[in-house]
């Protein structure tokens, strides 16, 4: 019980981020109409591909004879990137189609 | 530490520009606008981490800029060439891409963890290992979805006997370990995280094996959820705020999809996984429609009901998908208005293999969003629709789902396209849809049926209406 506490002490921060994104997530989320389902889903992998982020910072931390962090790094760098760049490009060919048909 | 302030304000205008990114998803007008925004606060969260001030380590940059060009080539050729009809194939790769990415972060820091260079309390151990499980598990699960969306696997190979009871014992061999490794701490070692991260793997694929047709969209929704809750895990290992709001908003957009597409079955969760009916085999309930007759219709019979029709009412489905036909649906729909009939187009919510996938299909074919109907909107038209057009969608349109208490399907809400003067169905034969669930429509009174690839007769219809 004490770690959980001391835990809890020492996160507080990022756990208050944490409970407000869930609140604040299902408020704008559930506005998103049925329609747009598919962009949001792709939308959202892209957005998922934030952990790149903690790629960069793996391999940048990592000591230049540490192979096993800058292989596994660069791994999830390349794995995060696909998820952005291809995220983001694939929602923004899908919505421009949604745009362009207002009548 | 100004530069680290500065850094601190780039993660938190990232964050607030994801929320606003997705608030401006609440209008097909602003969607576009709200994609770029996030984007921009995608790139503005990474250029700030590159930039970042480090107290350790060699910065490697050329490791970094070798990911990013292999991976946004990667990711930039497969979203300009992917078909609309194979979105749900390719939401599935990179959701599993995702997942893979925040588990091998995890796997990456258990190592450091387990070698001695790094240390861990209990909580932030926990943590690891949940990236590191949430993450395995969407990884192989929507590489396994992938495969069956593609057509590549086949449910029934990978199916075994009483595998609901297998998966309940993997998933509990999987926890006790964790808890294990949680008690151990790093007296535990590498070994045994290692074979944590197999069962991992195996429970991830393991666990989707048994879902699949038109489960597909529950199944994606909830791996999609997964992948946010590894990433928002990520955030929480690396102690980034960024990180964390971004993979709690993806968690957050994969449990409401994955709620609404259980209440558009009418099915929990739990009856989704542990045993869909996609598994169940033959099925009771309307086994005595074998002798019924259907009656047939012709190109040119249902060309002229068509054209001198006051309303037409398509219901896509996904063999539309399959047959690449929402084009030709749309050629149709424009010579029907031109000849003055009203046409609008009815979505179920489950009506393909992902969320919103049949709206994503007559966006490209050019058909305006206000012609869509949902569920609601469309069951109380249709009682003034004179043609219900049903291409290639089944068991949506079932109204066993209503009248027969026996069916697998009874319950779930259904087009109710009886209701309309005529129905008819395009069909390539009279085999039952993906579920198996035989379906009472066919053999309705009011119901014709167009035997063939639903491309290949739509065809023929707008060709006989041009003849007219």
């Known amino acids: 019980m004490d770690t959980v506490l001391q835990f809890f002490n020492d996160q507080l921060i990022m756990i208050y981020l944490l409970l407000f994104t869930i ?39 990592a000591d230049s004879n540490d192979y096993i962090s800058l292989i596994l790094g660069t791994v999830a760098v390349v794995l995060g990137t696909v998820n952005v760049v291809g995220g983001f490009a694939v929602t923004d060919r899908m919505l421009e189609m949604f745009k362009k048909k207002k009548n | 530490m100004l ?3 500065y850094i601190n304000l780039s993660y938190l205008v990232g964050a607030i520009a994801f929320v606003w990114g997705l608030r401006l998803l609440a209008s097909p007008d602003s969607a576009r606008r709200g994609n770029i925004w996030a984007a921009v606060g995608m790139v503005i969260g990474i250029i700030a981490t590159l930039i970042k001030p480090m107290t350790q380590g060699d910065n490697n940059y050329i490791w970094i ?13 497969a979203a300009k060439r992917i078909k609309m009809t194979a979105m749900p194939q390719m939401v599935s790769v990179f959701n599993g891409l995702g997942g893979a990415c925040a588990g091998v972060l995890a796997m990456a820091e258990l190592i450091k963890y387990y070698d001695g ?18 993450g395995s598990v969407s990884f192989t699960g929507s590489m396994l979805a992938f495969g069956k969306l593609e057509g590549l696997v086949k449910d029934k190979n990978v199916i075994l006997p009483k595998h609901n009871v297998i998966n309940i014992i993997l998933l509990a061999a999987t926890l006790i370990l964790s808890v294990w490794l949680l008690l151990e701490g790093q007296q535990a070692g590498i070994t045994f995280a290692l074979v944590f991260l197999i069962l991992a793997l195996i429970y991830g694929f393991s666990f989707v094996a048994p879902i699949g047709g038109a489960d597909m969209p529950v199944v994606i929704s909830l791996l999609n959820s997964f992948t946010g809750l590894s990433a928002a895990a990520a955030g929480l290992i690396y102690n980034n705020q960024i990180m964390l709001v971004g993979g709690i908003l993806v968690g957050a957009a994969g449990t409401i999809l994955t709620v609404l597409m259980c209440q558009a079955m009418n099915r929990s969760l739990a009856n989704v996984i542990i045993g869909g009916f996609g598994t169940a085999g033959p099925t009771k309930g309307g086994g005595e429609t074998g002798d019924q007759v259907v009656k047939e219709a012709t190109f040119n019979d ?23 036909a929402q084009k030709v649906v749309k050629e149709l729909d424009d010579l029907l208005e031109a000849n003055g009939v009203d046409v609008k187009y009815a979505i179920h919510p489950v009506a393909g293999r992902m969320p919103g996938h049949m709206n994503v299909l007559l966006a490209e074919a050019d058909v305006p969003y206000p012609k869509l109907l949902d569920l609601e909107e469309a069951n109380s038209a249709i009682k003034d629709t004179d043609t219900v057009v049903i291409v290639g969608a089944n068991d949506v349109v079932n109204p066993a789902a209503l009248d027969e208490p026996g069916s697998p399907i009874y319950g779930m ?30 053999f309705h009174q009011k119901n014709r049926m167009l035997f063939g690839d639903a491309k290949d007769s739509l065809q023929k219809i707008v060709q006989e209406v041009k003849n007219m």
């Not at chain 2, 037409?312 to 690449?324: D, E, I, S, T």
């Open chain 1, 23 to 61: 609140i604040l997530g299902f408020e704008v989320i559930s506005k998103v109409p049925t329609i747009l389902h598919t962009p949001l889903m792709s939308g959202a992998n892209a957005i998922s591909g934030v952990v790149i982020i903690g790629a960069v910072l793996l391999i940048r931390q």
């Open chain 2, 65 to 77: 800029v070798l990911g990013i060009i292999i991976g946004g080539i990667a990711g930039w050729l």
């Open chain 2, 413 to 442: 809400p259904v087009l109710e396209v009886w209701n309309a003067k005529n129905t008819l169905v395009l069909k390539r034969s009279m085999s039952p849809g993906y579920a198996g669930i035989p379906n009472p429509l066919f």
């Open chain 2, 3 to 5: 530069l680290d302030s």
């Open chain 2, 302 to 324: 249902t060309a002229i009901q068509l054209y001198y029709a006051n309303s037409v009412m398509f219901v896509p489905g996904y063999g539309l998908a399959v047959a690449q």
């Open chain 2, 117 to 134: 260079s790094v240390f861990m309390q209990t909580g932030q151990l926990g943590i690891a290992l949940f990236a590191l499980l949430v």
